[in-house]
């Protein structure tokens, strides 16, 4: 299983990077090989030419701005879970990317790589969503920002067109009492996830709901945001009856993929059993920061 | 006698006894530091690498190939096509153990001359400066086919209607044949219960984390062939090549050093290793080639893939009368094995169960899915699975606990030895020579604290968590004949030298040899030099499989270490004129008791018997310090064992996480308990894949759909618990050490026990499981039907 | 065919050598530099017996190119004993526990859990599980594994005392 014939191109900076993919036909980005080596591997993709983009060290960086994180495209996944910035103002994501594969793999793997895959099993573009996160791409003619709900084309393509590399992504920091929880369900420890679901919620001093985000994967294409629930949670209590309204929602989501391993009706209980498990988990931890 | 311990040495061993000591392996220092030599590790000067074409189909004709374009790209020095094959080679392999039951015989050729019956099936060969380049080149070749209609269900394959998978045989029959013994009919009709019920295993493979690969080397001024093999059978290797090369046996060598890992699809010969060697003699430079994790998914054979129909009767105390069973195997296109894997199954059946009549119709049968060939087990999971399943059944059905109604039908000690009424596939009664198989189980039962667990069960359901446990015995034929030889030779230089056909894939055969030979000559490891797996050491050999190797190899070293302590001692008492029971061997050397400061060294000794000009041996003694044994055992030799299984299943994922893993085992004797430690740890974690996590699909055009490491799914560190094992010594009095094979008795009795536990954890619905691996998904959909989830769609 | 040179530092010793841009680092360890303690498995990321230390940190060599490691440190199985050809405390650890059978994963569970032991001296069992849950072993059933990464901490902090 080796990877057919290409040219290796290695920018050192980013402009550099911007001048090839303006101008070369048939390449991949290679980020942190994770995802696309195992496909030149197997031959399913065969690219005439490989852009190397980890020499670009302008896209690695985790830094916050007001109250975004903002995350940079060659940001190694390891050192994401590892920050210690992270871990203060989203904690969501380090506890997402405790179920993200192994070790070796997130040594490499970069944010980018896994929000440009957009694998729809993924925990990266899942938290991105619950998130609100927003995504900076740019182009020899300059920058542009896309929220992560326009994110996804369709089925693994993002809305990248092939001048175009991503930058980095900004995630919104919840205030200071908020609580998260990332849940998933895979066969073995570091699977992909086959549903894996990411909830933010912020209470007020009563204990009822101001804001809510609830993210899933493993449904469709792209994470589904469960809309009508969070609107309809706002100054709801944090009870049973909230869940049984989110749980709701998901009973009605009119497409739920399937392949020849997962079906739907086992999604869909997947999604309800864990956004349930999700819903409860950040709920305990928005009573605690309140008290 | 019976006892158990779960301390470490044997009963009443000697001190500095080297038999029944957990010594480290001598095989380690090299494989820690990376300088083990697998296949690909081979330094062979000018070696070329290789690729195959393959077909994507199932079944199909070849109607044309075309390697005008790849045979020009460069590095590329040749494509093999089946007619540039010699004509030697352009048959169908020989069949490796033929049996009159098989109605239409299917082996693979070489490369494939017309019709295609596999996806994998090879097609050409293409020899390059490196591997990128041969599979570039296959990317060029252009093969059309024509697609025919393919078997993908083996119940479906035997419909009047059904397609035939290859179109040279009539139906999809491979063999059929029909066993029994005792009185079944009046064991039915005199019944107060009968059980019944249809089982099904999916297929699975062994996974070694090295796959296969062979390099071969034409050695022009010797006219030596030598194949370097990661296999586990290298005598069977060489006859087959001698065949299909015609070659003169003297001239050709097979080799494995270090090999990662075979579990049984290593075992058979298959068709690539036939093509290196070709290539090598053609080309005059050694080629290898190296499977890649692909093509191991569709052509490395597999197994499990069966269904069970079976029924039991009953009388009014429980006790089993009679046994029905008509068993059908899907076997894929080829029969490599012939058809063992299934004959054992259904001749393991009864496990340690008295069972006096029974009946079973057996049916293999072809499909254009991978062939199967043994994998740790060797069908017998499936066997126990039947078997421990429908007794779980008739517990449920009689309001039994289910250890009781095992309990009661028990074989007893003191009825072994015991005939459990069938034909083995050794061609004897299959005599099972001693074990306790009540103690096994109580022990089990008594580790895994069954007794109390209907209250621990009780205490999770009030915390919403749902216990189960279940149970499950085995009876394993072990140590299969006819033999595996080995040499014990001292040499010149005073070293002693092992040379056996056994070969090693990762148990520490030789570190077990060494202890052995050792313990008759009484010198220490680092003075023993072990070759295995050589065609060279010695002239006949069998392989690694069937957990054969301590029993017949280890025997072999033995009894040969054994004559050369003797002659030794008749030498050195002859030269020291002195008595034969006057001396004794230490550290290599051997010493007068009278005074040990009368001694001669082994290197001095073995100069003598290897002969001076003129020197005369005395009466009774011979020439060398060596001796040749091939231990032949009369029957195979049978071990045991209960797998008890605790866990907690998550019934909305239905996720299972084992909390406690008992295995009680029993295979007599044990000359190295660490080494045997870990090959019940380590075929148990096979027995959990088979369990919740292997699952090998195909649709129905026979295209296997789980192809990679992300699809089929092998057991990581966090699904594997420690097991709490215990050793039960029941010796075996067929063989001189009183030993029985350790290697899949993890495996065997596994998925049973933890389908049984999962069954208890839902026993509230009355669900009863039939199916192995009972993956999540399974499970869901069978607690869906069942409306365990009240507020799901349908 | 696509050339680069690069250059690399594998077990503390450097070369130089041209390779072709889509041969992957575990192919030039193996091929160009002879060292085939690095492992092929699956070539696809999933087995871990071609895990390496690509600076420091655990990386597979099957999803790397060689021409990605120019310029990096690399450490494989070959470079964990002593300078003087000892065993290193975690391989004699894996001797004393059998923590190997075959030896085929062995290169990527030694550098997978150097890595951990160079960053926790105090692992739990369920650390140590879950380090090597990227390491698959068909043999061992991992207990035996898991007991040599413990030892082997164990030692490590006498060491230090």
């Known amino acids: ?291 | 006698m019976n006892n158990h311990q779960e301390d470490s040495l044997l009963p009443h061993a000697r001190p500095n006894q080297f038999i029944g000591s957990r010594m480290q392996r001598t095989e380690d220092h090299l494989l820690l530091q990376g300088l083990g030599k697998y296949v690909d590790d081979i330094p062979l000067t000018n070696v070329l690498y290789s690729a195959f074409v393959r077909s994507p189909h199932g079944h199909a004709k070849i109607l044309s190939i075309d390697i005008s374009k790849a045979s020009q790209l460069p590095g590329v020095h040749k494509i093999y096509l089946h007619k540039d094959l010699p004509e030697s080679a352009q048959t169908r392999l020989p069949i490796l153990v033929p049996n009159p039951s098989i109605k239409h015989l299917m082996m693979q050729e070489v490369l494939v001359s017309k019709e295609v019956c596999c996806v994998g099936d090879a097609v050409a060969f293409v020899v390059a400066d490196n591997r990128y380049i041969a599979e570039d080149a296959c990317n060029l070749i252009d093969v059309e086919y024509e697609i025919l209609p393919v078997v993908a269900d083996c119940l479906k394959a035997l419909d009047a209607n059904a397609p035939s998978f290859f179109s040279g045989i009539p139906n999809n029959l491979a063999a059929q044949l029909n066993v029994h013994f005792g009185e079944v009919d009046s064991g039915f009709s005199q019944a107060t219960h009968v059980v019944q019920e249809v089982f099904w295993n999916n297929r699975g493979s062994a996974h070694p984390m090295e796959t296969r690969g062979y390099a071969a080397e034409y050695h022009q001024a010797s006219g030596q062939l030598t194949v370097w093999s990661s296999g586990q059978t290298p005598h069977l290797e060489k006859k087959n090549l001698i065949d299909i090369l015609k070659w003169d046996p003297e001239f050709i060598r097979i080799i494995h050093h270090d090999v990662g890992g075979g579990f049984g699809p290593k075992a058979i010969f298959y068709p690539e290793e036939a093509m290196v060697a070709i290539a090598a003699h053609d080309l005059l430079r050694p080629v290898k080639w190296i499977e890649d994790r692909r093509e191991h998914f569709y052509t490395a054979t597999q197994e499990r893939d069966q269904w069970w129909d079976i029924s039991i009767a009953l009388d009014a105390n429980a006790k089993i009368l009679a046994m029905k069973i008509d068993m059908t195997h899907d076997n894929g296109a080829y029969l490599p094995w012939g058809i063992i894997t299934p004959y054992i199954g259904v001749t393991t059946t009864p496990g340690p169960y008295v069972i006096p009549a029974i009946d079973v119709n057996l049916k293999v049968v072809y499909t254009n899915k991978n062939a199967t060939s043994p994998v740790r087990g060797a069908g017998r999971p499936q066997a126990v699975f039947a078997m421990e399943r429908i007794l779980d059944k008739a517990a449920r059905q009689l309001g039994i606990d289910r250890a009781e109604i095992r309990r009661r039908n028990f074989i007893q000690p003191e009825q072994m030895p015991y005939n459990n009424g069938f034909i083995y596939r050794d061609g004897k009664p299959m005599v099972y020579d001693s074990g306790d198989y009540p103690q096994c189980q109580a022990l089990a039962l008594e580790k895994i604290a069954y007794d109390d667990f209907p209250a621990r069960q009780a205490a999770a359901l009030k915390e919403g968590r749902y216990l189960g446990i279940g149970i499950a015995n085995f009876v394993e034929g072990t140590g299969l004949g006819p033999f595996e030889g080995a040499t014990v030779r001292v040499q010149q230089t005073g070293r002693i030298t092992i040379l056996t056909s056994a070969s090693s894939q990762g148990q520490g055969h030789k570190t077990t040899f060494m202890q052995i030979c050792a313990d008759q000559l009484q010198v220490p490891l680092a003075m023993i030099d072990v070759i295995t797996a050589d065609t060279n050491a010695i002239s006949m050999g069998i392989g690694t499989f069937a957990s054969r190797v301590t029993v017949n190899a280890g025997n072999s070293v033995f009894l040969a270490s054994q004559k050369v302590a003797e002659k030794i001692k008749g030498l050195a008492a002859f030269l020291m004129q002195t008595r034969v029971d006057n001396i004794q061997l230490l550290d290599g050397y051997a010493i007068t008791i009278e005074d040990s400061s009368k001694k001669k060294s082994f290197a001095d000794l073995a100069r003598v018997s290897q002969g001076m000009p003129g020197f005369s041996f005395p009466e009774g003694v011979t020439n060398g310090l060596e001796s040749t044994e091939y231990f032949s055992p009369a029957q195979s030799t049978y071990c045991n064992g209960t797998a008890a299984v605790e866990l907690e299943l998550d019934r909305d994922t239905c996720q299972i996480n084992i909390l406690k893993y008992v295995m009680t085992h029993d295979s007599g004797n044990l000359i190295n308990p660490l080494l045997v430690d870990g090959q019940v740890q380590g075929s148990i974690a096979h027995g959990i894949g088979n369990s919740t996590l292997e699952d090998m699909q195909y649709d129905d055009q026979a295209q296997p759909i789980t192809t990679n490491f992300g699809e089929y799914l092998l057991p990581m560190a966090t699904d594997v618990p420690k097991v709490q094992m215990y050793h039960l010594f029941s010796p075996s009095p067929l063989n001189p050490l009183g030993v029985k094979g350790a290697g899949e008795g993890g495996t065997i009795p596994a998925a049973a026990a933890i389908v049984a536990a999962i069954e208890d954890a839902i026993s509230d619905t009355g669900i009863f499981l039939t199916q192995a691996p009972m993956t999540p998904p399974r499970l869901f959909e069978i607690l869906k039907k069942a409306g365990a989830y009240p507020t799901s769609t349908s | 065919m696509d050339f680069h040179r690069i250059k690399v530092y594998v077990n503390g010793k450097a070369y130089e050598r041209e390779v072709e841009s889509r041969r992957t680092l575990a192919d030039f360890l193996r091929m160009d530099l002879s060292l085939t303690g690095t492992h092929l498995g699956c070539e696809h990321g999933v087995c871990g017996a071609c895990t390496v230390l690509l600076n420091g940190s655990s990386a597979r060599a099957c999803l790397t190119l060689a021409v990605q490691a120019d310029q990096c440190e690399i450490t494989t199985i070959e470079g964990l004993a002593h300078a003087d050809g000892t065993l290193s405390v975690l391989q004699q650890a894996f001797q004393e526990c059998h923590g190997l059978q075959c030896g085929f994963c062995t290169p990527g569970m030694l550098t997978t859990l150097t890595e951990l032991l160079n960053e926790n001296l105090s692992p739990t069992e369920s650390q140590v599980r879950e380090a090597i849950t990227g390491n698959l072993c068909r043999c061992t059933g991992y207990q035996a594994i898991v007991e040599a990464a413990l030892l082997a901490a164990q030692k490590l902090r006498d060491q230090r005392v």
Not at chain 1, 67 to 90: D, F, K, N, P, W
Not at chain 1, 108 to 132: I, N, V
Request: one cysteine or more; proline letters at 5%.
């Open chain 1, 1 to 291: 299983m080796k990877p057919a014939p290409f040219i290796y191109h290695r920018p050192q900076q980013l402009s550099e990077a911007l001048d090839l993919v303006a101008q070369l036909d048939n390449y991949k980005i290679i980020a942190g090989g994770q995802s696309l080596m195992p496909m030149m591997n197997f031959r399913f993709v065969m690219p005439d030419h490989v852009i190397d983009l980890n020499q670009v060290t302008e896209l690695n960086h985790i830094s916050k701005e007001n109250q975004q994180l903002h995350i940079g495209s060659m940001t190694r996944q390891q050192a994401i879970y590892s920050s210690a910035l992270v871990q203060e103002h989203i904690p969501l994501v380090s506890q997402a990317y405790s179920f993200v594969s192994h070790r070796q793999i997130r040594n490499r793997g970069t944010f980018g790589g896994s929000l440009c895959h957009l694998d729809p099993s993924s925990e990266q573009p899942c938290f991105t969503a619950a998130l609100d996160g927003v995504i900076e791409v740019a182009s020899q003619s300059g920058k542009r920002e896309i929220p992560i709900a326009h994110w996804t084309a369709m089925y693994m393509t993002p809305d990248l067109a092939p001048n175009e590399i991503m930058l980095g992504a900004k995630l919104s920091i919840w205030p200071k009492t908020h609580g998260w929880s990332f849940m998933e369900y895979s066969r073995r420890h570091g699977d992909y996830a086959i549903v894996g679901v990411a909830v933010l919620v912020n209470l007020s001093v009563a204990s009822t709901i101001e804001r809510i985000s609830i993210a899933l994967c493993g449904i469709d294409a792209a994470p589904v945001r469960l809309l009508n629930t969070e609107s309809a949670l706002i100054n709801q209590a944090a009870d049973e009856s909230a869940i049984r309204m989110a749980l709701g929602d998901i009973e009605k989501l009119p497409n739920i993929m399937e392949d020849a391993l997962n079906t739907s009706d086992y999604r869909r209980h997947l999604a309800k059993t864990l956004t349930r498990r999700a819903l409860l988990e950040a709920f305990e931890r928005a009573k605690k920061r309140i008290s």
